[in-house]
Structure formats: C-alpha cells, structure tokens
C-alpha cells in the first residue's frame, strides 16, 4: 500500500515515540526467530533488535504507519542519516545487515509482501583492528595479575585465571563466562567452548593459564553459594561472572601500564590470533581455535603481522 508523499508523521505513543502498528508483536516473533531458528547469540539478539527498533522508529517519523509501506528509499535514507551523524562504517554495516536479516524474516512469514532489503547496499566493514598488545606488554600484564593475586583475595586470583585464559586461548569473552568447571581439563590442558550459533570446540592453552586456573579451583569454594552452580568463574557474591565485570578487570589491570593500549576482553583476543601469526602458526589452525566460520574473517591478522614486519623493516633495514 502506497503512503502520500505528504503524509504526517503519526503521534508518539506512550514509548514517548512514534510507532508502526503491531511494532511490538512483530519484535516479539522477531527475537523468537533469532534465538530458536538462528540460534544466535543474546548479545546479537540484542543488537538486531536495538537496530530494528531505531529503523522502526525512524520510518515512523517518515509517515510509515506499516510495516508493509517500508520502502528501500526509507532504508537508504535511514542508512544515509547515520553515514551524516558520523556513525561508523562498522555500525552502519551491522545495522544494514539486521534490516535485511528482519525483513527477510517478514517476507517469509507473509507480514510483508514484497522485501525492499533485497537491493539494500551499505559499506563494507574496514579491516583494521582495534589496538593490540605487544608481546612484552601482554606479559607485563599478566605479571600485574599475578602479583595482585599474591594478596590471597579470591576475586584477585580469579582474576589472573581470567586473563591467563583469554590471552591463551582467544576465546570470546561470553565464551568465557559461560564456560562450566566441566568444561575444563586440566590434565590435557583443554577447554571446551561454546561458540556463535551453539558451535561447540575444543581450545587448547598453556602451562601458565593452566596453572593460573589451578589456583583460582583451589580458593573457588570461598566463594561458592547455593545458587553458584557448575560456573567456572564467580563473582564476589557468588554468581556466575558476567562480560561486564570481565571487561572492568581488564581495563582496571591494562591501567597499571600507562604505554599499552586501553582495550578490552576482546582486545586480549585480537592480540592472541596475532602473536600466533608472528610466531608462525598456520592460518587454518588459528581459524580453529578462534572458532571463526570463515578463513576471510582469520585472515584479517596476517595485515597485522605484516604491518609489524614491515614497521620493523623499515626501522632496522639501512636501505629500507
């Protein structure tokens, strides 16, 4: 159904914004599909719905009173309104992806009849990477973790696990916490690991991270409750640890070296894949451990590897 060009935005409702008829029940489905079909992350449910919802509530502003009358002008626009407000091109990526991930969904289910996502184009995510440790730098935190741990403070040896196994392993940090005792091995020194869309793998680490998660198993029950579980890591009251205290630790140990870059969790990842590669680990082994579905995806770290032999080079080379 076309809407007049000169149609006026409808009236905000009680969200204390405009909304398209059935908004809410669709969102509902929506989410349903992601988690249950999709099988994709909450932190990616999260996201798309973050996305769709600010897409809703734009093309409500436009006069789209339905979601049937959404256009691919009213994407591009929408696309074109964040690229003004200096979104990044990674946000503005991720956001085309939902829209054509959500109206996919819409056509299939007959609440819309025709896709206007299907010509949608937005800019191609950039390959740079966030800031990386060094190899020095990543040992002289670890160092940090663990001379804090010397204080007895179960939270403080917790800490220096958590660390030990990022940087070890590369795992993500919502595959961390929500890894099990169950799911470690030390005697093998292996982790099992569940990954994006429920894939499950096996990630090896080493002899420090090993010993780092020794200790942390022998002061756990100082703070297990009835509620703990089989959580590997808890918090001080005795829950399972959630990304959010893991990011704070990270930034709160990365602060006692005022050189390094100020990263997450995350950032402890990116800076494990690349020291493999420096060290000369294959490509494919590295995809593995990090659970990437795509080698593309992997490779992106062999720019850095390469940007630190040529930055060397050129500093050491008396022709370079």
Same mark, same amino acid.
């Given at each position: 159904?076309?809407?007049?060009?000169?149609?006026?935005?409808?009236?905000?409702?009680?969200?204390?914004?405009?909304?398209?008829?059935?908004?809410?029940?669709?969102?509902?489905?929506?989410?349903?599909?992601?988690?249950?079909?999709?099988?994709?992350?909450?932190?990616?449910?999260?996201?798309?719905?973050? %996305?769709?919802?600010?897409?809703?509530?734009?093309? !409500? $502003? +436009?006069?789209? &009173?339905?979601?049937?009358? @959404? /256009?691919?002008?009213?994407?591009?626009?929408?696309?074109?309104?964040?690229? %003004?407000?200096?979104?990044?091109?990674?946000?503005? !990526? $991720? +956001?085309?992806? &939902?829209?054509?991930?959500? @109206? /996919?969904?819409?056509?299939?289910?007959?609440?819309?009849?025709?896709?206007?996502?299907?010509?949608?184009?937005?800019?191609?995510?950039?390959?740079?990477?966030?800031?990386?440790?060094?190899?020095?730098?990543?040992?002289?935190?670890?160092?940090?973790?663990?001379?804090?741990?010397?204080?007895?403070d179960p939270v403080h040896v917790r800490d220096r696990a958590v660390l030990e196994l990022l940087y070890a392993s590369g795992i993500r940090v919502g595959e961390l916490v929500g890894l099990d005792i169950d799911d470690l091995d030390?005697?093998?020194?292996?982790?099992?690991?569940?990954?994006?869309?429920?894939?499950?793998?096996?990630?090896?680490?080493?002899?420090?991270?090993?010993?780092?998660?020794?200790?942390?198993?022998?002061?756990?029950?100082?703070?297990?409750?009835?509620?703990?579980?089989?959580?590997?890591?808890?918090?001080?009251?005795?829950?399972?640890?959630?990304?959010?205290?893991?990011?704070?630790?990270?930034?709160?140990?990365?602060?006692?070296?005022?050189?390094?870059?100020?990263?997450?969790?995350?950032?402890l990842r990116h800076s494990a894949a690349t020291h493999l590669l420096d060290g000369g680990a294959d490509l494919r082994m590295v995809q593995e451990l990090l659970g990437h579905a795509s080698l593309a995806t992997t490779q992106i770290?062999?720019?850095?590897?390469?940007?630190?032999?040529?930055?060397?080079?050129?500093?050491?080379?008396?022709?370079?």
């Amino acid at each position: 159904m076309a809407r007049p060009e000169n149609a006026s935005p409808p009236s905000a409702g009680a969200s204390g914004r405009a909304g398209l008829a059935g908004e809410s029940d669709i969102l509902e489905a929506f989410a349903r599909y992601l988690g249950a079909e999709r099988g994709r992350s909450e932190h990616t449910q999260r996201a798309y719905l973050g %996305d769709v919802r600010h897409l809703l509530s734009y093309a !409500a $502003r +436009r006069g789209v &009173a339905d979601l049937d009358q @959404l /256009g691919l002008s009213d994407l591009r626009a929408w696309l074109g309104e964040q690229a %003004d407000a200096q979104a990044s091109r990674a946000t503005i !990526a $991720r +956001r085309a992806a &939902a829209a054509r991930t959500f @109206l /996919g969904w819409a056509e299939h289910t007959d609440r819309i009849r025709q896709n206007p996502a299907v010509r949608l184009v937005a800019p191609k995510r950039g390959s740079s990477l966030p800031g990386v440790l060094r190899h020095d730098e990543a040992s002289r935190l670890l160092d940090v973790a663990a001379v804090r741990a010397d204080d007895d403070d179960p939270v403080h040896v917790r800490d220096r696990a958590v660390l030990e196994l990022l940087y070890a392993s590369g795992i993500r940090v919502g595959e961390l916490v929500g890894l099990d005792i169950d799911d470690l091995d030390l005697s093998e020194r292996l982790v099992r690991v569940m990954g994006k869309g429920s894939k499950e793998r096996i990630v090896p680490f080493g002899i420090p991270a090993s010993v780092a998660l020794q200790d942390w198993l022998d002061v756990r029950p100082r703070l297990v409750i009835s509620g703990s579980g089989h959580a590997l890591f808890l918090g001080r009251r005795g829950r399972r640890v959630d990304a959010r205290q893991v990011r704070v630790v990270v930034h709160e140990l990365l602060s006692h070296l005022p050189d390094a870059p100020d990263l997450g969790p995350h950032g402890l990842r990116h800076s494990a894949a690349t020291h493999l590669l420096d060290g000369g680990a294959d490509l494919r082994m590295v995809q593995e451990l990090l659970g990437h579905a795509s080698l593309a995806t992997t490779q992106i770290y062999t720019h850095v590897s390469v940007d630190r032999l040529r930055a060397s080079y050129e500093q050491a080379h008396p022709r370079a």
